[in-house]
């Protein structure tokens, strides 16, 4: 298995990947194509989580108006219940996330 290894069958849809069963901490790869998140939708996590962009370039927001332009190698912690969104995504290259959820902080 290859992190950077894109399975042919995606469209327009992010895949999402556990890499390893949820005992408390969730390892997924998620790969993203130009995806973003529904026009008012905030997500609202109860486990805080460690998000890594191994590939593409992204930007995430916040409901004050804060946001965060993300390209290869970046890294961003967001606490549980920390209200953000996924602004945009790229898709050449598509984006490749390396995301943790649990109790991290």
């Known amino acids: 298995m290859n992190l950077f290894d894109i399975p042919g069958h995606l469209r327009d849809k992010e895949f999402f990947e556990s890499l390893l069963p949820d005992r408390g901490i969730l390892i997924e790869r998620i790969i993203s194509t130009g995806q973003a998140s529904p026009t008012g939708f905030w997500y609202d996590q109860d486990r805080d989580e460690l998000v890594m962009l191994l590939q593409g370039e992204a930007q995430l927001a916040w409901p004050e108006g804060r946001t965060l332009s993300m390209g ?26 390396l995301a943790i959820h649990g109790q991290l902080t």
């Not at 549980?80 to 995504?89: G, L, N, P, Y």
């Open 72 to 97: 290869r190698g970046d890294w961003l912690l967001i606490p549980a219940h920390e209200r953000h969104r996924v602004e945009r995504t790229s898709s050449d290259p598509p984006c490749i996330w």
